[in-house]
């Protein structure tokens, strides 16, 4: 049973990324396009979450906590950058 | 703990597809919403309880199932629901900043152009931090 919860769950993240994409390309401003980067980086860890689950190991969850952290820091500096002119003043 | 393993794959698939349902919503809230202002609600909420629903769900499989704790997944969602709001609010005011410079963005939402500030002052992202305020570097 969760072999297929876990297909599902990879379909469902995959759909939502292509919806990410479709956004990131169309977004008619850059704040959409911060935006969408983002919400792209949190349903890739789903995925890498899902993927410690199928594959059986937690080894994978530091690439998920490096990849929150790094995320969150990329979306202030693009946000701080388009604010400023500057990231760090 | 000791609940059936078929009971446990149960809990641990139901929250995987949950979680990964409130993933697909975020990001087509983020397609079919109007504007940005509403557009933000996708992601933050919907997309960051997913993500939480499918760390939990990994915490109960590792632990019902393999009989070990991990509290990495943990780290990660505390880590995540602090920083959510934290972006949004960024994203927020890059939105109003270029709005207020005049990019040309799409049909404005529902609720129209956000109002000024009330005090006859604009948004903090126009002027320079005022005195007294943090970041104005006084004393820095």
């Known amino acids: ?89 | 703990m000791t609940i059936g393993v078929p009971l446990a794959e149960l809990l641990v698939s139901f929250l995987i597809v949950l979680g990964a349902g409130f993933a697909l919503i975020g990001s087509w809230g983020l397609v079919r919403l109007p504007s940005l202002m509403e557009r933000l609600h996708g992601p933050t909420k919907a997309t960051t309880l997913g993500l939480g629903a499918m760390l939990v769900g990994s915490v109960a499989w590792f632990q019902l199932v393999r009989g070990e704790w991990t509290t990495h997944e943990l780290l990660v969602s505390v880590f995540l629901f602090v920083t959510a709001p934290i972006s949004a609010n960024m994203i927020a005011k890059v939105h109003l900043h270029r709005e207020r410079q005049g990019e040309p963005s799409a049909q404005p939402g529902p609720a129209g152009v956000p109002a000024p500030p009330p005090g006859g002052t604009d948004w903090a992202t126009h002027s320079a931090p005022q005195l007294g305020s943090p970041g104005d570097f006084v004393g820095d």
Do not use: H, Q
Not at chain 1, 19 to 28: C, D, E, T, V, Y
């Open chain 1, 1 to 89: 049973m969760i072999a297929y919860a876990l297909a599902i769950g990879f379909g469902m993240l995959g759909l939502a990324l292509v919806m990410n994409l479709w956004r990131l390309f169309k977004g008619p401003g850059v704040a959409d396009r911060i935006l969408a980067l983002d919400t792209m980086v949190i349903n890739a860890i789903g995925i890498i979450v899902l993927i410690g689950i199928a594959g059986g190991s937690g080894i994978s969850f530091e690439a998920a906590l490096l990849l929150a952290m790094v995320g969150f820091v990329g979306t202030v500096a693009y946000a701080k950058f388009c604010l400023r002119g500057d990231i760090i003043e």
